[in-house]
Nanobody, 126 residues
Framework: DVQLQASGGGLVQAGGSLRLSCAGS????????IGWFRQAPGKEREGVSC????????YYQDSVKGRFTISRDNAKNTVYLQMNSLKSEDTAVYYC???????????????????WGQGTQVTVSS
């Protein structure tokens, strides 16, 4: 079975930082794109960031550019989302997802991903 374990969420003050991790089992990350999505209360799930299987292939939602950094460690089968300068509007449940053959223009689309993790809560207090 494919399992994605998202972790690293928590409560942080505005301006603070968190690093989310997405660890995979039953699947090899090497040639797959890994995306981070989030869903705030009363809102639809949205794409936050994605890292493709090729070097330099990344996507960031405009609202997180310059604050969030996505990276991958294929040896550990783990993808990270470093979140700095957090804002109250970043509060949401964050999910990681894995997909194969995702082109850059589809990185923010939930339908492009085949497997999903369970989510980790990020709460930013103002």
């Amino acid at each position: 079975d494919v399992q994605l374990q998202a972790s690293g969420g928590g409560l942080v003050q505005a301006g603070g930082s968190l690093r989310l991790s997405c660890a995979g089992s039953g699947i090899v990350f090497d040639n797959r794109a890994i995306g981070w999505f989030r869903q705030a209360p009363g809102k639809e799930r949205e794409g936050v960031s994605c890292i493709g299987s090729t070097a330099g292939s990344t996507y960031y939602q405009d609202s997180v550019k310059g604050r969030f950094t996505i990276s991958r460690d294929n040896a550990k089968n783990t993808v990270y989302l470093q979140m700095n300068s957090l804002k109250s509007e970043d509060t949401a449940v964050y999910y990681c997802a894995v997909g194969y053959g995702i082109i850059r223009t589809s990185m923010a689309s939930q339908r492009a991903y085949q497997y999903w993790g369970q989510g980790t809560q990020v709460t930013v207090s103002s």
